[in-house]
């Protein structure tokens, strides 16, 4: 029942916009013009990165870039803060490892 | 004489009115917000794009929204809009901005911080398990993105905040197990004298009530919540009802939150001084009746400074604004009357004390949380290591303690456990709360890129 | 009552300096009370950056740098608390030929106190970290330097001299310092009086205007070192690094906790105030030091900052703290005004101190820091 795989957030309304494609963990995921990264993300999976102190999953808090619990790094090693970034075509994102120091 | 030069910080209901003061008597502030759009909080833009009508996103504050997304409108180009800018430091007279990667300096006159709240939050264990969010960012989900935060949503908290998110989860179709109030019922029964001052919002609130029963949302008031259930995604909740009696509800998201946190960080940057509210059992920015603070050209206004709401933060913009102006030596705006102004705040202000009253700050359930309870989500710092501070190590107030333990020192810088590590410090101590103090702000007030770009003169 | 307040020595000032002789004074057996304005080592002491660091010190300073250096490694047994204490060695980077001529000759001269140094080119450096820049030239390393946990030690020591019997008393401004024939006489704010025949002076930045009032005036300032940290990444930069220059502009040092984040210090210093007791961030030098850390170490470029701060430090003019008897009066000692790097020096003016006070003299050499050669 709950639990699991699958989706934290679930889409209710907008569904009529246009799409874009972005890469989670070597995905590919579908997301629409005007979703945040957090919400291309958890729309996805359920979870946008590992606590650095070994406590687990963490999937943002407070959706108005106050908690700073939703920071993910992209596969080219730059970060974002997902709930208030925009997606983007192309983007890749990681939320298993983290890529730095990134060399060269 | 160069026109002096007056920022506004944030541009919802308190920064906007602000800034239509200051533009009607000839001046063009800049105008800095940190969100892509104007609005706040309360009356947030959805991205372009979107199509749901103001009725749809704002219910019955649909009018105010539409007032105050046209009173900015009728702004631009007779103010310096800066979006998506960051304010991270302001001290003598300087703001530091960092706008599209570029850091600035802005030298002004006066300033008007209208920064706005965000949740105010009590750990509890399990909370920072993903599905778990703050009441806000339920809010914003259905909003801003038109997501619900899970399949089967449970509220947890207390305020007018909690069933009101829980009402517009319904009305746009989610799943809501139940809202749990950790406010007993009796509490309302007692304040209703002081919030008959505004019975206009009695009666939304009775209506919300009304929409959750009419959906069979079950509402359990004088709860004590346990904990959050699930590993890598919520799966339920356990509490701990009136009668005492444990009892577990399944859902697969949580939304919490006990009213609101003045965001005040630039004011303390700016070394104004605090003063304890008992009301809202915080510290907060000293002002006088117009939004002075304590600082020469430092003013304040909204829910960054009185924590009255969307309705209070337009008044307590104008009159800001107002007292820029007087400061400054120019005429008084027309259309403005101050003492009306003032009485208005003062009756919002009882119905402050009455929200308060109605939905108390549990600090027993807080001083209570068991030893493993993650109280700093930003350094995983528990509640037992907080304790040990103050007793072990004899740190007397907050910053101590963080500079023992780490505790507020992460990325948020204790904006979602500060309130609550005091409570628990304090408790620790057998002091009241305020004893515990405050953690001091400090520069930038939200992470700034080490690749920000400095202009060389 | 009064004979309560009474010790054989009074310290002033809970720093490090003073809470480490307090433990000292203890080991050695001597009844001691310190005396301090706020809570011990919230001061410089609690603020700074936590360099564990001993190359590029003032050579005469190295033989009392080595013992402090012994002690770190020890502070675990003695204080009965872990400090963070990291011996993780000590890079200083050059990015240019006469700064690695500088480091030469600095090595040189180091070995004859003990300090053994590793000159590296940068490839070879950057073989052993790969995350350093293509534009370091070279570099000196320092095996068993480090770094530790600032906020810790100095309230760390103050526990474990309590433990052991020192009186700490915390909240007490002294405002009032008196010469009694029977030694000297001080009185907080709060008008309580407290009595020793000898007098140790470790109020860090402040310690001038009390050396003035025993007509022993020093050319010292208060200035605030700027510190930032970043937000936390896997543990990768081992060593604490620096850079050796002779621009002010081009100083930046940094150091990775265990927990991830990257802290950093440099390019100058920001105004600080001996009578608020605070000293200020200068966000100019904040973003200053951004260049200069991307230019070490380019990764740090992808990362963002949670948190700036600074500290009172009191600086002498010729950057060599205070310390030793007092060259007027008897049964007064000073050990103050640590230009910066009296972290890492803590522990072993502790030890050297007590033993000083203790035995009237010290196997460590203290001449060049005599408060005399001012007078
Ligand atoms: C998530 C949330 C939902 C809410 N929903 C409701 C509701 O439905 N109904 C209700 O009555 N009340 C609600 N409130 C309360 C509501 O916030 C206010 O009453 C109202 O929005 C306050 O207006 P304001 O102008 O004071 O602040 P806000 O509307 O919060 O505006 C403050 C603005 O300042 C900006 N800002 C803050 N700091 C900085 C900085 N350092 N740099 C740049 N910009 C900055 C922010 O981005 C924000 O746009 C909500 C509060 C929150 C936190
Ligand atoms: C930001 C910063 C970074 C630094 N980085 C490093 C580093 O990386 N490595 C390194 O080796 N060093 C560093 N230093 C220097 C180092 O921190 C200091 O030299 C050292 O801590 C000094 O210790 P102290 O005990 O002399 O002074 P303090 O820690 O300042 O202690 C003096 C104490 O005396 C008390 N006092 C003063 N007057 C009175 C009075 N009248 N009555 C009662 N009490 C009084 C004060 O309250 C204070 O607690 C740094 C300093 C700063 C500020
Ligand atoms: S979810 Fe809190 S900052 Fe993004």
Redesign the pocket.
């Known amino acids: 029942m709950m639990g699991g795989a699958g989706p934290l957030l679930q889409r209710l309304d907008e569904l009529v916009r246009p799409s874009v494609t972005l890469a989670v963990d070597g995905q590919v995921v579908t997301a629409l013009e005007g979703d945040t990264v957090l919400t291309a993300v958890l729309l996805h999976g359920a979870a946008l990165r590992q606590s650095e102190f070994g406590d687990g999953p963490r999937a943002g808090f407070c959706l108005?870039?106050a908690c700073q619990d939703c920071w993910v790094w992209t596969e080219q090693g730059t970060r974002l803060r997902a709930c208030s970034t925009p997606v983007t075509a192309g983007l890749r994102i990681v939320t298993r490892e983290v890529p730095w120091p990134r060399l060269g | 004489m160069a026109a002096p030069r007056v920022i506004v910080?944030?541009?919802?209901?308190?920064?906007?009115r602000a800034a239509e003061v200051l533009v009607a008597a000839g001046l063009r502030p800049v105008v800095?917000?940190?969100?892509a759009d104007?609005?706040?909080?309360?009356?947030?833009r959805q991205p372009a794009g979107f199509r749901r009508r103001a009725e749809e996103l704002?219910g019955t504050?649909a009018g105010r929204a539409r007032a105050v997304h046209g009173a900015f409108s009728a702004l631009r180009g007779r103010i310096e809009h800066w979006p998506q800018?960051?304010?991270?430091q302001l001290r003598d007279g300087t703001l530091q901005?960092e706008r599209g990667g570029r850091a600035h300096r802005l030298d002004f006159d006066r300033i008007i911080l209208?920064?706005?709240?965000?949740?105010r939050l009590l750990p509890i264990p399990g909370w920072t398990v993903p599905g778990t969010f703050?009441?806000?960012?339920a809010?914003?989900a259905l909003k801003a993105q038109a997501c619900a935060i899970g399949r089967r949503v449970i509220f947890l908290g207390s305020g007018?905040?909690l069933y009101?998110?829980a009402a517009q989860y319904v009305k746009a179709g989610a799943q809501v197990a139940a809202v749990l109030d950790t406010a007993p019922a009796a509490a309302r029964r007692a304040a209703l004298p002081l919030m008959a001052v505004r019975p206009s919002l009695l009666i939304k609130g009775a209506a919300l009530l009304w929409r959750l029963k009419r959906a069979g949302v079950p509402v359990h008031h004088g709860v004590a919540p346990l904990r959050i259930e699930g590993d890598s995604r919520v799966s339920g909740l356990v509490f701990r009802d009136a009668a005492g009696r444990e009892q577990r509800l399944e859902g697969d998201a949580v939304g919490m939150g006990w009213h609101?946190r003045a965001?005040s960080?630039?004011a303390d940057l700016a070394g104004c001084t605090f003063a304890f509210d008992e009301v809202s059992r915080q510290w907060l920015p000293r002002i006088d009746a117009d939004g002075r603070s304590s600082v020469d050209g430092v003013y304040l206004?909204?829910?960054?400074v009185r924590l009255?709401?969307?309705d209070?933060?337009e008044l307590?913009?104008k009159l800001a604004a107002r007292a820029v102006l007087q400061d400054l030596g120019l005429p008084p705006p027309a259309g403005i009357d101050a003492e009306q102004l003032r009485r208005s705040l003062a009756r919002m202000e009882r119905f402050r004390q009455g929200l308060a009253v109605a939905f108390p700050w549990p600090g027993d359930i807080i001083a209570k949380l068991s030893d493993d309870t993650l109280v700093c989500r930003c350094e995983a710092i528990t509640a037992g290591t907080l304790r040990r501070s103050a007793t072990a190590l004899e740190a007397p107030e907050m910053n101590r303690a963080k500079a023992f333990t780490r505790v507020g020192m992460g990325r948020c810088q204790g904006r979602f456990c500060g309130i609550a590590g005091a409570e628990i410090l304090a408790a620790a101590r057998g002091e009241p709360m305020q004893a515990a103090g405050r953690i001091r702000s400090a520069a930038p007030?939200?992470p700034l890129a080490v690749a920000i770009e400095v202009e060389t003169p | 009552m009064a004979a309560v307040n009474q010790s054989d020595v009074l310290i002033l000032g809970g720093g490090m300096m003073g809470a480490a002789t307090a433990f000292f004074l203890r080991q050695r057996g001597v009844s001691v009370t310190l005396l301090e304005r706020g809570l011990c080592g919230q001061q410089a002491s609690g603020v700074n950056f936590g360099n564990v660091r001993r190359q590029g010190r003032f050579l005469p300073q190295l033989p009392l740098a080595n013992r402090s250096r012994l002690l770190w490694s020890r502070l675990p047994e003695l204080l009965g608390e872990d400090v963070e204490f990291l011996p993780t060695g000590h890079l200083r980077v050059a990015y240019r030929p006469e700064h690695l001529a500088m480091m030469e000759e600095y090595r040189d001269g180091s070995r004859n106190y003990g300090l053994e140094l590793e000159i590296i080119g940068g490839n070879a450096a950057r073989d052993r970290y790969p995350w350093l820049s293509q534009e370091v030239l070279g570099g000196s390393f320092s095996v068993e330097d480090g770094h530790a946990n600032p906020r810790l030690v100095a309230p760390a020591f103050a526990r474990a001299a309590k433990r052991d019997g020192a009186r700490i008393v915390e909240n007490c401004d002294v405002v009032a310092i008196e010469c009694e024939a029977t030694g000297f006489r001080l009185e907080s704010a709060g008008g309580e009086v407290w009595r020793a025949p000898v007098l140790q002076v470790s109020a860090g930045a402040w310690g001038g205007r009390i050396a003035a009032s025993f007509g022993e005036a020093v050319p010292i300032i208060a200035r605030g070192p700027q510190m930032g940290v970043t937000e936390p990444v896997p543990y990768a930069l081992h060593p604490v690094l620096g850079v050796t220059t002779k621009t002010v502009g081009e100083v930046v040092y940094l150091r990775q906790v265990t927990r991830g984040n990257i802290v950093f210090g440099g390019t100058g210093h920001g105004p600080a105030d001996l009578d608020t007791r605070r000293a200020k961030v200068m966000p100019e030098i904040t973003l200053q030091q951004f260049s200069q850390l991307r230019r070490m170490v380019p990764a740090i470029g992808a990362l963002r900052i949670i948190r700036t701060w600074s500290g009172v430090e009191g600086y002498l003019r010729d950057d060599r703290p205070v310390m030793g008897p007092s060259g007027k009066v008897s049964g007064l000692f000073y050990a103050f005004g640590f230009c910066g790097h009296g972290f890492q020096l803590g522990p072993g003016v502790g030890e050297v101190m007590a033993e000083l006070i203790a035995t009237g003299s010290t196997t460590t050499p203290l001449a060049p820091f005599h408060i005399g050669r001012f007078a």
Not at chain 2, 85 to 88: G, I, N, V
Not at chain 2, 301 to 304: L, M, P, T, V
């Open positions: 108005m870039g | 910080v944030g541009a919802g209901p308190a920064g906007t800095i917000d940190e969100a104007n609005g706040g909080q309360i009356y947030r704002y504050e800018s960051l304010a991270w901005v209208a920064t706005g709240a965000t949740d703050s009441l806000g960012a809010q914003i007018p905040l009101l998110v609101l965001e960080q630039l206004a909204g829910d960054g009255a709401g969307a209070a933060a307590g913009g007030v939200k």
